[in-house]
């Protein structure tokens, strides 16, 4: 019976959860550490003299959260990525990312996150409109396009 358990862990991503809980004898819940892709959830229990393990090699996916538009007052652009954590408040982080006006569309796709709207610059490069951002340094898509990107689809 799960009345009888003294001790479980859990860990995601080879990193321990905080605040494991046990919830029913089918569920446990933990607070897990920030990241960025599927992790690996592997769970331990100590139930007296006996020790029960389980490993799920995809079982948890941290998900990343984009977020972009103008900022009041300057109608500079700007994106943003979450959630963050900082020591228990969870929110949106502004990137380093200049863009010279409104962020109107996104678009994932693999590793960089593609955006288009009324900018004209980003990061001092012209743009034209258009940039793939890896969330360190913005790539110009050839030579952009003529007016303003209102929607981004991935085909």
């Known amino acids: 019976s799960a009345d009888a358990y003294s001790n479980i862990t859990v860990d995601v991503g080879g990193r321990p959860c905080g ?5 029913s004898d089918t569920e446990v819940q933990c607070t897990v550490m920030e ?16 020790t029960r393990s389980a490993m799920l090699e995809t079982g948890f996916t941290h998900s990343l959260v984009y977020a972009a538009g103008a900022l009041s007052g300057s109608g500079n652009g700007f994106v943003a990525t979450g959630p963050t954590s900082d020591g228990g408040e969870t ?8 863009v010279s ?6 678009l994932t796709m693999g590793q960089a996150v593609y955006a288009g709207g009324a900018f004209a610059s ?19 898509l050839g030579f952009g396009v003529d007016g303003s990107v209102h ?5």
Do not use: C, P, Q, Y
């Open 151 to 155: 929607a981004l689809v991935e085909w």
């Open 101 to 106: 006006r409104v962020v109107r569309a996104m």
């Open 19 to 23: 605040d494991v809980g046990f919830v």
């Open 35 to 50: 990241g960025v892709g599927s992790s690996s959830v592997s769970l331990t229990i100590h139930d007296g003299l006996l």
């Open 122 to 140: 980003a990061s001092s490069k012209r743009v034209n409109h258009m940039i793939a951002w890896d969330g360190n340094e913005a790539r110009t």
């Open 91 to 98: 929110g949106m982080a502004v990137s380093g990312l200049d």
